[in-house]
């Protein structure tokens, strides 16, 4: 087709109509008048995606299994596919197995937390630059935005955007999350940024943790967790982001900086939780697994009830022991 | 396109829908889930909307480009200032369909212009980030991510091109003496773009 006029007309239409919805959706920021039309996004996509997650999972996992049944005729042939149909079946047995192993780790994290959470699964991610993932639970099951989401290992992210039967989350390690964070056993206070996991190689560190207090005392090894933000949203006190892994020792700005490696996995996410209703008390450490611990030993507080003495839960004031050199100076370790 | 009967074009497209409609899906539930090493994955989106482009042409390539790139904007994950999809697929939709009226059809010459569009698109969008301080398209990030992302999408767009050929040719076979099933992709090109008789 040729370059006519009536061409450069519709691309000129085009064009300017895409800058306006630029501009608008840009002025506009949280209030954009454009919003509907992202509902309208929610509301016809969200249920594609959970069909095609569903449809895609066992799938996927099945299709080995398909293509390694080599093509023998006539008397193996029945044999095959019954021995096919038995191979899927225990795959899809697996995958339950796997999916309910998941769960109950969740739902172990969540209880030692105190965390009352509506258990989701992950259907879609992003593209692009950002770091975002729609979950299968939305305003029909009780969800809102800025709620936090956790997996088993540790804080995942936040509500942003909920549909009728989706809702879009944010991930740590999206480029515009920060996150309230605090030291263990120690309680200085932090931001944990996202550094994008995008282009980054696989031994990088997709968080950024600025340690407020420029002179107190940080370690290679000391894990995060989330500090909890005012009226418990976006994010729940207590949740286990992740642990030191380097401390630039560079600046000597107002904060010091180190970079996190985060407990969870974000490249293979799957059964997460809402959290829906923030525990009762802080839980402080109480979330973190246990210690690993090289001599056989088996020390640490046990991840039982909240607070089982971490932290008497009273003195937020005296915050700052200067030079509580903890006893564990170990390098990073697990996983 | 300009003497294709009317059915046809209707049917046409459908298909031209329904092969976005199966991209995006692909890229949110499926290509975007993979553990790819460097965290990027190949844009379905993009390389269908060039493919498209490329066989029917700029006025169908920045149309589709546009609703394409809508749809990219409001699917759920998404999470950036709509409409920047749809000015980058537009715009690469159109060039495209220039460059198919344009191309020495060698059976080369295709997968290179799918090569150029993806660089092209990747560009773009990084700039419109850039452009409006999106805080996620710093240079840092992009200088990381946009190579790496060409990599991808030349890498799957063979199988894209090959898809949508597919599914065109497929379309077409009813009113298209059928026969050359395994013809080079530029007889196809020459074929689709309806301009030609020589097949």
């Known amino acids: 087709m040729k370059d006519t006029r009536r061409t450069r007309v519709v691309l000129g239409a085009l064009i300017v109509t895409a800058l306006a919805m630029i501009t608008v959706d840009y002025r506009g920021g949280e209030h954009s008048p454009l919003r509907g039309l992202r509902d309208v996004g929610a509301a016809v996509f969200g249920p594609v995606e959970r069909a095609s997650a569903s449809v895609v999972r066992p799938v996927g996992d099945t299709f080995d299994a398909i293509t390694d049944a080599p093509g023998e005729r006539h008397r193996a042939d029945r044999l095959e596919r019954e021995n096919q149909r038995l191979r899927e079946q225990l795959r899809a047995g697996r995958l339950d197995q796997d999916r309910s192993a998941q769960l109950q780790r969740l739902l172990g994290t969540a209880g030692a937390g105190g965390y009352r959470i509506r258990a989701a699964q992950v259907i879609s991610a992003g593209q692009g630059f950002e770091d975002t993932v729609t979950i299968d639970v939305g305003t029909r099951n009780g969800i809102r935005t800025d709620m936090t989401v956790m997996s088993a290992q540790g804080l995942v992210g936040r509500v942003t955007r909920v549909g009728p039967a989706t809702a879009t989350v944010l991930l740590a390690t999206d480029q515009t999350s920060s996150i309230g964070s605090r030291l263990e056993d120690s309680k200085e206070i932090g931001i944990v940024q996202g550094r994008g996991r995008r282009g980054l190689g696989n031994g990088a560190t997709p968080l950024r943790f600025q340690l407020l207090d420029a002179a107190a005392p940080m370690r290679v090894g000391q894990r995060v967790v989330t500090l909890g933000s005012q009226g418990e949203r976006p994010y729940v006190p207590g949740v286990p982001i992740g642990v030191v892994e380097r401390i630039d020792n560079s600046s000597g700005g107002l904060t010091r900086t180190a970079y996190v490696r985060p407990f969870v996995r974000f490249t293979s996410l799957d059964v997460v939780g809402v959290v829906v209703a923030p525990p009762r008390h802080d839980p402080r450490d109480a979330v973190l697994p246990p210690k690993p611990a090289p001599p056989p030993t088996p020390t640490p507080a046990p991840t039982g009830k909240p607070s089982p003495g971490a932290s008497p839960s009273g003195d937020p004031a005296k915050a700052r022991p200067r030079g509580t050199k903890s006893p564990h100076p170990r390098p990073t370790s697990e996983d | ?199």
Not at chain 2, 6 to 32: H, P, W, Y
Not at chain 2, 93 to 111: H, K, N, T, W
Not at chain 2, 170 to 195: L, N, Q
């Open chain 2, 1 to 199: 396109m300009l003497n294709v009967p009317e059915k046809s074009q209707t049917g046409r497209r459908v298909m031209t829908v329904l092969v976005v409609a199966v991209a995006l899906i692909l890229q949110v539930s499926v290509a975007n889930r993979l553990p790819t090493p460097g965290g990027v994955q190949p844009d379905l989106v993009l390389l269908a909307v060039v493919a498209l482009a490329l066989v029917s042409g700029s006025m169908t390539g920045m149309v589709t480009g546009f609703l394409a790139g809508l749809a990219a904007d409001i699917v759920p994950p998404a999470d950036h200032t709509l409409g920047r999809y749809a000015l980058v697929y537009c715009l690469i939709g159109y060039l495209c369909g220039i460059a198919s009226a344009e191309m020495d059809r060698q059976s080369v010459v295709p997968f290179f212009a799918v090569a150029a569009g993806a660089l092209a698109g990747a560009v773009l969008y990084a700039a419109t980030g850039m452009i409006l301080g999106d805080p996620r398209a710093e240079w840092g990030t992009v200088s990381r991510m946009v190579p790496l992302q060409v990599v991808y999408d030349v890498v799957a767009s063979p199988f894209v091109v090959w898809a949508v050929l597919r599914v065109t040719r497929r379309f077409e076979r009813g009113d298209r003496a059928r026969g050359d099933r395994f013809s080079v992709p530029a007889a196809r090109y020459r074929a689709m773009s309806g301009r030609s008789g020589s097949l």
